[in-house]
Every structure is written in structure tokens, then in C-alpha cells.
């Protein structure tokens, strides 16, 4: 299928490209599956599809008040931001609740009604300067995160500041699972790196043999298709980072 959208339709399609079954491809299919894996890898942690960006729930349990830990879904590979922490038994405080009486809410309530008839330029800097303010004196809430850990430490006082039940809430990096999401098989650099990989595999397994002869007397030859093999995945991966890798980011993880 030209269009692979699953696993084995991928394979398929890399093998044909390679000659199959015209050509005997002397890879295993272990060896094939493991190639499949490791171009997912590479798709994942450099092309700009291979991950979303989303907000990342999480009820608060006995267990993380008590530990300062955080579990994450192995599929969170970076956590770039903490959402500010609120909680229903405070009331008071910008980054601890929000009532009647707080700054935030008498700017909006005095100020937010005759926006669209004056400049809001008045508005936009109070609000910059409360938010400077509030990093001076609160700051941001410190966390680590480690994806082989798949946990997030948040050092905060978490008796304080939440209760069991509540979310708190991660701007996070979540890959994107090819299962969930057939398009990345069909993916163009995809099909370029798995083929590429394949390439490589049944060169380095020829090699071992030289001028390795075929049924019906055709001699392949095994160091020839892994050098050739070689520098199309140098080629592709260079031009992975080069063109479809994002922008670097200020991430955790």
C-alpha cells in the first residue's frame, strides 16, 4: 500500500522498495521490527509531528502530598511549565486563590468595563506589574521532572496549597502515538529512514558473506549496500535535524 497506516503495512511498503519480492531481503522479522521502533524513536524525539503540546491534569492524592511526587504516563517526554496552584481552603493571594478582595479581580471589576471605549495600554502595564510583583514576592513553584522516571517532584507546601481530590495542572510535551494516529506510518521521512534502516540491516547481514550468490546465479554484494545504506540514514538524519526538528525551547525533561 502506498499509504501505509499501520506497522506491518510500513514494513510491506519498505520491503517492496527494496525489491521485494522480486529480491529476496535477507532480514529477519525481528530485525525488521526493531528498525520500525527505532525510526518511531528518532520520529519522536526530533520531527516536529512527532510530539503535541497539551495540558496535563492531575488529581491530587494522599500519596503525592506525602512524597512531593508526581506520576506522569510514560508518553509525557518534557514538562515546561506549572500551572499557578490553587487552592479552596485559601483566600487570599495571587497565586493561592482568588476572591472579591483580590488585586486581580478589582482591576477587572473597575477598569475592564470601559476597555472597549479607551485604551486599554493603562490596563495591559498594571497587569505586567502585578505580574512582576508577584514573581518578586511569590515566585514560580520549583519542580524537576526525568522522562525515564516518568515522575514529576513539585517542592511546594503541598498541605497548604492542595487538597486531595483537586488538579493541579503541567503544560506538557506528549508524543505522538503512531497506534492512535495511523498518518505518522505515512509520514514522508518515515518511510525514507525505515527504508533506509532496512537497507542497512540486510547490508550488514550480507556482509558477512562476500559477493553473496542468490538462487539463479545473482551475485549481491553486502559491503556495497551497507556503505550506500549508511550514508542515506547519515543523510536523512542530518536532514531531519536540519529541517523538520523545532526550535529549542525552554522544556524539562
Not at 117 to 145: C, K, N, Q
Not at 216 to 226: A, C, M, P
Amino acid at each position: 500500500m502506498a499509504q501505509p497506516t499501520s506497522r506491518s503495512e510500513l514494513r510491506d511498503y519498505c520491503l517492496r522498495k527494496l525489491g521485494f519480492p522480486v529480491i529476496d531481503i535477507n532480514v529477519d522479522e525481528d530485525q525488521l521490527e526493531d528498525r520500525i521502533d527505532d525510526a518511531l524513536q528518532l520520529f519522536r524525539e526530533y520531527h516536529y509531528d512527532g510530539t503535541t503540546q497539551e495540558y496535563l491534569g492531575v488529581k491530587v492524592t494522599e500519596s503525592m502530598r506525602k512524597n512531593n511526587i508526581v506520576p506522569v504516563p510514560d508518553s509525557i517526554i518534557g514538562v515546561s511549565r506549572l500551572l499557578p496552584v490553587s487552592s479552596g481552603n485559601i483566600s487570599s493571594g495571587t497565586k493561592q486563590g482568588f476572591n472579591i478582595f483580590d488585586i486581580n479581580y478589582q482591576i477587572r471589576l473597575n477598569d475592564f468595563y470601559n476597555l472597549t471605549s479607551s485604551s486599554y495600554t493603562y490596563y495591559v502595564i498594571a497587569r505586567e506589574h502585578l505580574s512582576m510583583l508577584d514573581m518578586i514576592v511569590t515566585g514560580e513553584i520549583p519542580y524537576e521532572f526525568n522522562k525515564k522516571t516518568s515522575s514529576i517532584k513539585v517542592f511546594m507546601d503541598w498541605g497548604g496549597r492542595t487538597s486531595v481530590g483537586e488538579y493541579i495542572v503541567f503544560q506538557a510535551t506528549r508524543i505522538v502515538d503512531p497506534d492512535s494516529y495511523e498518518k505518522v506510518f505515512n509520514d514522508v521521512w518515515v518511510k525514507e529512514y525505515t527504508t533506509a534502516l532496512f537497507k542497512r540491516q540486510w547490508g550488514a547481514n550480507l556482509s558477512k558473506y562476500a559477493n553473496y550468490t542468490l538462487p539463479g546465479g545473482l551475485v549481491v554484494n553486502g559491503e556495497k549496500i551497507l556503505m550506500d545504506a549508511t550514508q542515506d540514514v547519515l543523510r536523512l538524519e542530518e536532514h531531519l535535524r536540519d529541517t523538520y526538528e523545532a526550535p529549542p525551547m525552554m522544556l524539562v525533561g
